[in-house]
């Protein structure tokens, strides 16, 4: 069984900062595409970032320069990195990844975090 693990959510003021992390555990052969996407309330989920095994990234306009998505493959970990955070980010982070076990492939979902941006 693979789990993904989020971590890292909470209440911040508007132009702070917060850090996620998403752990991948289990039996993991190799991890492809890991990302983050979000859903805030009444709104369907949408991609934040996305990060390939080879480091390639991909940001949604909304937040490029202000977040930054990167992985460590040897702890099969990717981390979101947000700064001059707005009400607008507040949201449920969902990780997501392109996981290969010993059996087959498949596209897991973390449980999700909530970030929180007060004004």
């Known amino acids: 069984q693979v789990q993904l693990v989020e971590s890292g959510g909470g209440l911040v003021q508007v132009g702070g900062s917060l850090r996620l992390s998403c752990a991948a555990s289990?039996?993991?052969?190799?991890?492809?595409?890991m990302g983050w996407y979000r859903q805030a309330p009444g709104k369907e989920r949408e991609l934040v970032a996305t990060t390939t095994s080879g480091g390639s990234t991909n940001y949604a306009d909304s937040v490029k320069g202000r977040f930054t998505v990167s992985r460590d493959n040897a702890k099969n970990t990717i981390y979101l990195q947000m700064n001059s955070l707005k009400p607008e980010d507040t949201a449920v982070y969902y990780c997501n990844a392109d996981i290969m076990t010993f059996k087959t492939g498949m596209n897991y979902w973390g449980n999700g975090t909530l970030v929180t941006v007060s004004s």
């Open positions: 289990g039996n993991i052969f190799r991890i492809f595409e």
